[in-house]
């Protein structure tokens, strides 16, 4: 291929990228990942599970399903409203047990009381940016390695699968916007590599993957990071409407 028609190829993606809507940008995304999708049965419980990014502020002593409380104001209840809205007669019962500043192994800390108790049947884990981010920044620097991150991400869902062997798995790639505030060249080559064992631990459970650097890198072609995030990792307005749009996408 010559120069200049790769160049005219290439400038036609971008073009038609930022065209795109939002729940469109979130399909492509999904498209590049695993294609997994759960279906929802009647009475099923549903858990968002992680760190800052789906604890979102959320009430921690509020614990009743569907609760906007208790849901936090982030992904988790963008996506968690739609689901209720469009499955009225599922009588689904939607919970958020996200945590900021968690890793896997404080995941696994609570994860008798923040999971297993409630016996979900679709459970959702969005978590990997502090076990790299924490690396840099905590004091004293968490110590950490992609290898704890994958061993402990393993553990974790090995347990989860001893106690709920039926449980619908979602797992969440975690992102970073390079150039926006708190993410600079530092945290490459290293933090892909996190990126991609979640996608391995997806593929090796059989989890559906939701692909949150594609959709992110897409609605870039849209808008610039600081339009999806004020930090380079925490979604503003637009970036909770575009990861919950992606998220829904691992919904059949």
């Known amino acids: 291929m010559n120069t200049s028609r790769r160049s005219f190829i290439t400038t036609a993606a971008i073009g038609t990228l930022a065209s795109l809507s939002i729940p469109e940008i979130a399909a492509a995304a999904f498209a590049e990942g695993n294609g997994k999708k759960i279906t929802l049965n009647n009475n099923d419980v549903v858990l968002f599970q992680g760190d ?19 849901m936090g104001s982030g992904y988790a209840l963008v996506a968690g409203s739609t ?30 009381a923040d999971c297993l108790d409630l016996k979900p049947n679709v459970l959702s884990i969005f978590v990997g940016v502090n076990d790299y981010w924490h690396t840099l920044t905590a004091k004293p620097p968490y110590t950490g390695t992609i290898e704890t991150y994958r061993t402990d991400y393993k553990k974790l869902i090995d347990r989860t699968k001893q106690a709920l062997p039926d449980v619908k798995l979602i797992i969440c790639e975690p992102y970073a916007i390079n150039g926006v505030k708190s993410v600079t060249d530092a945290w ?26 594609s959709a992110v890198d897409k609605a870039m072609k849209k808008a610039p990071g600081a339009y999806w995030t004020g930090d380079g990792v925490h979604p ?10 992606t998220w829904l996408e691992a919904i059949k």
């Open 52 to 70: 800052s990014i789906t604890d979102s502020g959320r009430d921690k002593k509020s614990t009743a399903a569907n609760n906007v409380a208790c």
């Open 188 to 213: 490459y080559p290293k933090f892909p590599e996190f990126q991609v064992a979640a996608r391995e631990i997806a593929d090796q459970y059989g989890a559906a993957f939701v692909p949150f650097q």
């Open 236 to 245: 503003n307005m637009a970036g909770i409407t575009l990861l919950a749009h």
């Open 83 to 112: 689901l209720l809205f469009n499955n009225p007669d599922k009588n689904l019962q939607i919970y958020n047990k996200g945590i900021s500043g968690n890793k896997v192994f404080q995941l696994a800390d609570r994860w008798d």
